[in-house]
């Protein structure tokens, strides 16, 4: 299944015809939230917004199609196709769609680690329109804690930065591994924003945190832009979603204080170490987008 008329959806198009990951909802939500972002549409656009939604909306759940039912609530040129086929669901109240939710939410994080960089901002830009989730904000994380995962990525220490992101999200080992070697870079920028990192800290764990991305400035500039473009909101929604993907080994609490430290393993790098990693954060990047 390809749509020209959708040329970016064309990878998420091929993952779903995969076996073992259902992404059906989230392409019939992305595709929805991409047709709505134009007031017209060419007669071949919405042809084929007709065809692939209607076939999509035919295999999802309830609650998907209630949610694009929501999107194109406020729309005013929906197709009279999709009108009446949305307009047949009839509420079922007693249902429950527990189970159905959470098998579409690890559905929708396996989609978004097996798409490309240009779908996964995608998927990032429109988990408003299908997602009423609220991630755990992570207002109170520590300068240690943020110290502490530089420091890891500076010793090209992913297995540490993974086990302190862990516990800082409040996510499963599995999922904080992902994130930490992940060769494209999105999932740190996630983590990051989520956590209230600073552009400088951010742009250091870029470079030294995996040689995937930190040999190419090119890509350290992209994903810079991509943090500082990202919207607080979308991030973290994409946490809400990695929260509930798995149970963490331990409690959030106790690496988001600073005092609670002293309960856990304080970072073994010598104190002026600290005090000289922590003192660029007060220069000037030369990797900060748009300088030289």
Not at 14 to 28: E, M, N, S
Not at 118 to 143: K, N, P, Q
Not at 224 to 241: K, N, P, T, V, Y
């Amino acid at each position: 299944m390809k749509s020209s008329a959708y040329p970016t959806l064309d990878g998420l198009f091929d993952l779903a015809c995969r076996d073992g990951v259902d992404i059906r909802p989230t392409l019939l939500r992305v595709l929805t939230d991409l047709y709505i972002q134009k007031r017209s549409h060419s007669s071949e656009e919405e042809t084929q917004y007709v065809e692939l939604a209607l076939g999509l909306l035919e295999t999802v759940d309830a609650a998907t199609r209630a949610a694009v039912a929501a999107s194109l609530a406020n729309y005013p040129a929906v197709p009279p196709a999709i009108r009446h086929k949305l307009s047949a669901d009839k509420p079922q109240p007693n249902s429950d769609n527990s189970a159905a939710t959470e098998a579409d939410t690890d559905d929708l994080v396996e989609v978004f680690f097996a798409a490309v960089s240009e779908e996964r901002r995608l998927i990032l830009a429109t988990l408003d329109a299908g997602l009423s989730a609220t991630a755990r904000r992570r207002a109170s994380t520590s300068s240690e804690v943020i110290h502490r995962l530089e420091t890891a990525a500076l010793q090209h220490n992913a297995g540490e930065f993974g086990r302190i992101l862990e516990r800082a999200l409040g996510i499963s080992r599995r999922l904080a591994e992902r994130i930490a070697r992940d060769p494209s870079g999105e999932p740190i920028i996630i983590a990051a924003k989520a956590l209230g990192m600073t552009a400088a800290v951010l742009q250091r764990v870029l470079l030294f945190l995996n040689p995937d991305i930190g040999q190419s400035v090119e890509r350290v500039h992209d994903l810079s832009r991509f943090f500082d473009d990202l919207a607080q909101e979308s991030a973290d929604r994409m946490l809400a979603l990695w929260q509930k993907t798995g149970r963490p080994a331990a409690s959030v609490h106790e690496t988001v204080h600073w005092d609670d430290e002293r309960h856990g393993t304080r970072s073994r790098a010598p104190a002026t170490e600290r005090r000289s990693v922590r003192g660029r954060d007060e220069q000037p990047s030369r990797f900060r987008t748009g300088e030289r």
